[in-house]
């Protein structure tokens, strides 16, 4: 996924349009991680981006979406930026705790 999302909505009012796009944003994740995993992946990973447009967009947790968009609504910024990408997810081992 990679889009612009505009605040200016002509018959929601900003916070509910901006529920209704984390929701969007939510269900996107769950319906990439029910997708079938590629042989040896454990689980779907993703590289996420945010700013205020593509170019001056930065490098993003997948937990820190909500928080980021929260964010771009109490700046009463006009739009926002998000790029989501899809990669498989390998499990590393934990170094031992006792050492």
Known sequence: MK???HLAHPKLTVP?????IKHEVKKY???ERNKALPENAD???FDCRFGDDEA???VIH???ISKKI???EAKNQ???YLEILVKPGYRTEKPDQAE
């Open 3 to 5: 889009k612009t999302f």
């Open 16 to 20: 509910r349009h901006v529920d209704a």
């Open 29 to 31: 994740l769950k319906r």
């Open 43 to 45: 689980f779907w990973d």
């Open 56 to 58: 001056t967009s930065s």
């Open 62 to 64: 997948s937990s820190e």
């Open 70 to 72: 929260s964010e771009v």
């Open 78 to 80: 006009e739009s926002f």
